[in-house]
């Protein structure tokens, strides 16, 4: 289709002309047809670059950063590659953060409570998006507040109500408000599935209840597996959202703690990461003397990657059904 077109402007000897020479150099620069041209495909994808590299900065530099061995950090020389790669940093972080002992813990205490989460909140979504009743705009209206509202002003009411029930120190302080509709940030996952539940026509229930479905088998059968990018969406930014909490937790775990049944996660332990590793390795002076950590940046750096491995794994094998789900989910229906 391009050549034909291009060569119209050939002379009559069949000869490229300098109309036909312009013009393709025109299209390549700045496209034609619907094409993007060189311009603003370099243009484009260096915007994309430098963006992407604003945002990867922080974990290229502690990837680098977490293989230097002590002399290439003192070593103003050495900027991004170590002259001498090292994993004993990895090795000294696993044991000080306590990561056999801990890692069971921090799962557990991100999966179970986002499943409960994506449960409840599915279902509040799709009883918003299919039913009409009296009061449906003051539910909206509550369920925005709760949205709005800072963790901390729930903070002490919900404490009281966990330690009269004596949840304080188990995990069921995240598990039980999770499956009620009470976990983190659930009002954005009730917003994400009403806005998936708009694109499902409503069609299909009216047939589904032709057949003598009812509104929980038309929820299992249709909504469900309509909803699954949604679910998908909604599992991974809960999970996210529990693994990275410690404020909460840190209260919520506090008699915990100084139990013969510690429970703790990998945040928490990266919180005392100092002192932990110098338990470790008895390598801090005297209080009299001015304590300091002999823990350094690379350590250290090493420490926050093995926090965040978990859930770079998790997203990278989700990836596709994510961006997926991200696409879906912002489109309206009837």
Not at 10 to 21: T, V
Not at 199 to 205: A, M
Not at 250 to 254: A, F, K, L, Q, T
């Given at each position: 289709m391009g050549k034909v077109y291009f060569k119209r402007f050939?002379?009559?000897?069949?000869?490229?002309?300098?109309?036909?020479?312009k013009l393709r150099l025109r299209s390549f620069l700045f496209g034609y047809g619907g094409k993007?041209?060189?311009v603003k495909s370099a243009l484009t994808y260096g915007l994309l670059c430098i963006f992407g590299f604003v945002y990867l900065y922080p974990i290229l530099y502690m990837l680098a950063t977490s293989f230097k061995s002590l002399n290439d950090l003192l070593d103003t020389t050495v900027n991004w590659i170590p002259k001498e790669f090292t994993v004993s940093n990895y090795t000294q972080a696993f044991k000080s953060l306590h990561v056999s002992s801990v890692i069971k813990d921090s799962?557990?205490?991100?999966?179970?409570?986002?499943?409960?989460?994506?449960?409840?909140?599915?279902l509040t979504g799709y009883a918003l998006q299919r039913f009409r009743f009296p009061g449906k705009k003051l539910v909206f209206t509550i369920l925005i507040i709760t949205f709005i509202l800072p963790t901390q002003v729930l903070m002490p009411s919900t404490y009281q109500i966990l330690l009269q029930y004596k949840l304080i120190g188990s995990m069921l302080a995240f598990i039980i408000p999770a499956f009620l509709g009470q976990g983190l940030k659930s009002a954005i996952l009730v917003l994400i599935f009403y806005q998936f539940f708009k694109?499902?026509?409503?069609?299909?229930?009216e047939a589904a209840q032709l057949d003598g479905a009812g509104h929980f088998r038309i929820?299992?059968?249709?909504?469900?597996?309509?909803?699954?990018?949604?679910?998908?969406?909604?599992?991974?930014?809960?999970?996210?959202?529990y693994w990275n909490e410690t404020y909460l937790t840190?209260?919520?775990?506090?008699n915990a703690a100084k139990s013969a049944k510690s429970i703790t996660t990998l945040l928490l332990e990266l919180r005392n990461f100092a002192y932990n590793f110098d338990q470790l390795y008895g390598q801090s002076t005297s209080m009299a003397a001015g304590s300091y950590s002999s823990v350094n940046e690379s350590i250290k750096a090493a420490a926050v990657l093995i926090t965040i491995i978990?859930?770079?794994?998790?997203?990278?094998v989700m990836q596709k059904y994510f961006v997926e789900g991200?696409?879906?989910?912002g489109i309206t229906g009837e």
């Open positions: 050939r002379n009559k000897d069949g000869k490229i002309s300098q109309d036909e020479i993007m041209g060189f799962i557990l205490l991100a999966l179970i409570p986002s499943i409960g989460q994506i449960i409840t909140c599915s694109t499902i026509p409503r069609v299909l229930d929820f299992y059968k249709i909504g469900i597996r309509a909803a699954a990018p949604a679910y998908i969406v909604a599992f991974l930014l809960s999970i996210v959202w840190s209260i919520y775990m506090g978990p859930i770079l794994i998790l997203y990278f991200v696409e879906k989910t």
